[in-house]
């Protein structure tokens, strides 16, 4: 498969989690995940939990045609959201981001079912998986390098609204490998 044939939204499905492609009638699970302050505390959108600044988030991620709910397969409940991307500074590249879950699904396996689930897919098409996290995010960080990612460099991106500093870190299927001997 070409890397131009690359699928943004696909179906997937793990053991506890199925991601599907962002649809409209996602928004209300997607902002009851969302509705917690304690989610954005790291973020540059530390005010995403009002439901106005959602609802202009919620629309500009189905405008990308590149979203993907996250469900929780037990319940059916939407638990966060994610992103495929491409990096502005790396045109032929794939990145992963804009990725929230509920507080609930923090510190235990269920981001890395969800960016296990991602990163394969991405790695049909690509050698190397890019993740951008705000300078502030360390909790992100920490998460994105226990995937097996190393930080590669910082930029001054535009990845949604504004140009603003990120930390790059990028992921090859080598380092995939590795980190998921580990487990």
């Known amino acids: ?21 962002l649809a409209q009638k996602d928004f209300d699970g997607m902002y009851q995940a969302a509705g917690d302050p304690g989610i954005w505390v790291g973020h540059p959108a ?18 990308t045609k590149k979203a993907l709910a996250v469900i929780e397969i037990d319940t059916g409940k939407i638990v966060g959201g994610s992103s495929y991307y491409t990096p502005p500074d ?10 929230f879950l509920v507080r609930e699904k923090w510190g235990g396996n269920t981001n890395r ?4 689930l991602m990163v394969e897919h991405a790695f049909k098409t690509h ?12 909790r992100s ?7 097996g990612a190393t930080h590669l460099y910082d ?24 980190s998921q001997s580990n487990i």
């Open 1 to 21: 498969m070409l890397a131009q044939d690359f699928d943004y939204q696909p179906t997937l499905r793990g053991s506890t989690l199925r991601l599907k492609p």
């Open 90 to 99: 790396l045109p032929d590249s794939i990145a992963i981001g804009f990725t």
């Open 127 to 138: 050698d190397i998986v890019y993740f951008h996290i705000a300078p502030s995010n360390i």
């Open 46 to 63: 530390k005010d995403r939990y009002k439901r106005e600044v959602f609802e202009t988030y919620f629309a500009s991620l189905l405008k």
């Open 155 to 178: 930029a001054e991106l535009n990845l949604s609204t504004a140009p603003m500093q990120w930390k790059c870190y990028g992921l090859t299927k080598a380092q995939w490998g590795v």
């Open 141 to 147: 960080q920490k998460a994105t390098m226990k995937l």
């Open 113 to 116: 079912e969800l960016k296990r």
